[in-house]
């Protein structure tokens, strides 16, 4: 009889019973520590996310079991077992291993969800190197600032999208290695001469691969985000977060060990690692990959096919799937579904209650960024879902809700949303920033960068950001960033980004460029201009809307005011803004 490597309990006897009960009973006492026995760790002591969430599964006799299907987007399909997830992950692992990268050393992979980006993923984990995956529907100039940023000397990526950055990779000089996947020959391009064929290097690797034995505080993996000011940060994580990623999956995301999980979000940004990969596989769960875009017909046809059990996705998704109507959902049989839950933006009521009509129960919102590595606050399967709110945190998280001054403030009043820092997948650094880093701590609290509401139950309310990144599907832009990316046009002078708000995205990125004297505004040098920051980034943080105007409001030291900018966009008495800080 099959048993769970986890708790060692016979698959039969297991139940559906909500992994977590009774979230406030589950957190009397608790320590992230009760928690570390439910990983294996490596023989001395060590801890690896790879093993964690690989190795250790065919070590307990999961070998056979299925850990990834994948479902291509021409309606191919691979399947791989735990075992040979092992040999394929150690492969890469001897690949970088013979290249020459050390521990600590930086793998950045550029590619859209193919398998042999989860085989690199795990197999730089093993080898002791850091990893950076990238959105693959990054322009060059994204790509570029994290590679220079980052001092990948690794970089893995497919042809097509080999070409669209081939023009920044001369300017990032620690790229010492660039290994191109050419899956089933899906292209026909010769490799350029420098470049290393990851087929060809795979297939004289051996399957045998002794993990480097990380400990819990090396770094393992490095996420983006964007803030109010200057280039995107890489927040670093170590191989600790392995734990609350494991014990968040079981939590938030409900997950046992028969469960066939589909998470939508992709690797490139945070849910897509740690809820893509490492909660799934850290708990033995079967993770479905699937490769194409959104689409609900095709969403609903794999959920149907596989029999999708447990499903994380987000609100803009959500929003798109009620925008589809009944109609698809009617046409498919949607039953295996037994829990849902969504990340990323606030899940407005009206989804839950759709959730609940179309899929006979609640969609649950949970809430946590890139910062925290893991789910810090969620409704999960057997707590009472309050639409709207992204519900309590999850044992061993303390969130507080703090005034200007880093006050505790009491339930009813908003405020900052802070965590009391201490919780496994924290970030440790943002990478060449510790002045940023620290900026984030204040008087024992991290400051998420949120504002939010606790109410008398111990709920919690997002209210908004209390800075000015933009929220837009999910993806938080920096308005630093495509203002940079705007006046780099030759004919705009300067310009000021904001959100707005939007009924599917939530919120769309909005430009005001003021242009060069002399220069006529017309609507053709508007889409050129349009075009032109499009092809810098990338469609997803591209302006949707842009306006000229005379000149932009500044503050007196010359910063753009970009909230006066919003406050008039929405119509708000520009009273109201004339106590925003002069910075
Ligand atoms: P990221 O670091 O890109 O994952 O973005 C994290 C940010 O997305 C958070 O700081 C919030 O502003 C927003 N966010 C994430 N989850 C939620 C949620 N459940 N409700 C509201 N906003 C959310």
Redesign the pocket.
Same mark, same amino acid.
């Given at each position: 009889m099959p048993f769970d490597p986890i708790s060692k309990a016979p698959i039969s006897e297991m139940s559906v019973m909500p992994n977590l009960v009774d979230r406030d009973e589950a957190a009397k006492g608790f320590e992230w520590t009760d928690m570390y026995s439910e990983l294996d760790w490596l023989p001395d002591g060590g801890l690896n996310k790879a093993y964690e969430a690989i190795d250790r599964h065919v070590e307990h006799g999961h070998g056979d079991k299925v850990a990834m299907i994948w479902a291509g987007k021409n309606g191919e399909e691979e399947i791989y077992t735990f075992s040979e997830m092992k040999a394929q992950t150690n492969r890469w692992a001897n690949v970088v291993t013979d290249l020459g990268l050390g521990r600590g050393d930086r793998v950045f992979i550029f590619m859209d969800r193919l398998p042999e980006l989860y085989f690199a993923f795990f197999g730089t984990l093993k080898a002791g190197g850091v990893v950076g995956p990238l959105f693959s529907a990054f322009g060059p100039e994204p790509v570029r600032d994290r590679l220079q940023d980052s001092g990948a000397s690794i970089f893995l990526t497919q042809p097509e999208l080999r070409e669209k950055v081939a023009g920044i990779l001369p300017e990032c000089p620690d790229i010492k290695h660039i290994i191109v996947v050419n899956k089933d020959r899906r292209s026909s391009d010769d490799l350029a001469d420098s470049d290393l064929s990851y087929e060809e290097l795979m297939l004289d690797a051996s399957d045998d691969f002794g993990i480097v034995s990380t400990s819990m505080y090396d770094y393992s993996i490095m996420h983006y985000?964007s803030g109010t000011t200057g280039k995107p940060k890489g927040a670093v994580h170590r191989h600790l977060a392995a734990v609350q990623q494991y014990a968040t999956g079981k939590w938030a995301l409900d997950l046992h060990f028969d469960d066939i999980y589909f998470c939508t979000a992709d690797p490139g940004?945070?849910?897509g690692t740690s809820y893509g990969m490492m909660a799934p596989w850290t708990n033995g769960v079967t993770n479905l990959i699937y490769e194409g875009g959104f689409s609900a017909n095709n969403w609903y046809d794999t959920i149907d096919k596989y029999k999708v059990t447990v499903w994380y996705t987000a609100p803009t998704a959500i929003r798109m799937l009620m925008r589809a109507g009944e109609e698809p959902v009617k046409n498919h049989d949607l039953s295996s579904l037994r829990f849902i839950a969504s990340?990323? $933006?606030?899940?407005n009521p009206e989804a839950v209650v759709w959730g609940n009509e179309m899929f006979n129960q609640a969609i649950h919102?949970?809430?946590?960024?890139? $910062?925290t590595g893991a789910i810090m606050c969620a409704n999960y399967a057997s707590m009472e879902v309050r639409p709207g709110s992204?519900g309590k945190p999850i044992p061993g998280i303390e969130m507080g809700i703090l005034d200007a001054e880093y006050n505790l403030l009491p339930a009813g009043e908003d405020g900052l949303l802070a965590v009391k820092p201490g919780w496994p997948s924290q970030f440790h650094a943002y990478w060449n920033n510790s002045e940023m880093y620290n900026s984030k701590y204040k008087k024992g609290w991290y400051i998420?960068?949120?504002q939010a509401q606790m109410d008398e139950d111990g709920y919690f309310w997002?209210q908004g950001?209390s800075d000015d990144v933009i929220?837009t599907a999910g993806?938080?832009v920096g308005p630093f960033e495509v203002e940079s990316a705007l006046i780099e046009h030759p004919d705009v002078v300067e310009a000021g980004v904001i959100g707005v708000p939007d009924d599917i995205a939530m919120e769309v990125v909005k430009a005001f460029v003021a242009t060069r004297p002399g220069v006529e505004q017309t609507d053709a040098l508007r889409r050129d201009i349009m075009r032109f920051v499009r092809t810098k980034l990338s469609a997803a943080v591209a302006p949707r809307q842009m306006e000229f105007i005379e000149s932009l409001p500044k503050t007196r030291s010359g910063k753009i005011m970009r909230r006066l900018l919003k406050a008039r966009e929405l119509g708000l008495p520009e009273g109201d803004i004339s106590t925003l800080e002069d910075d």
């Open positions: 985000t940004w945070v849910t990340v990323g $933006e606030p899940l919102d949970n809430w946590w960024q890139t $910062e992204m998420t960068g949120d997002f950001r929220n993806h938080l």
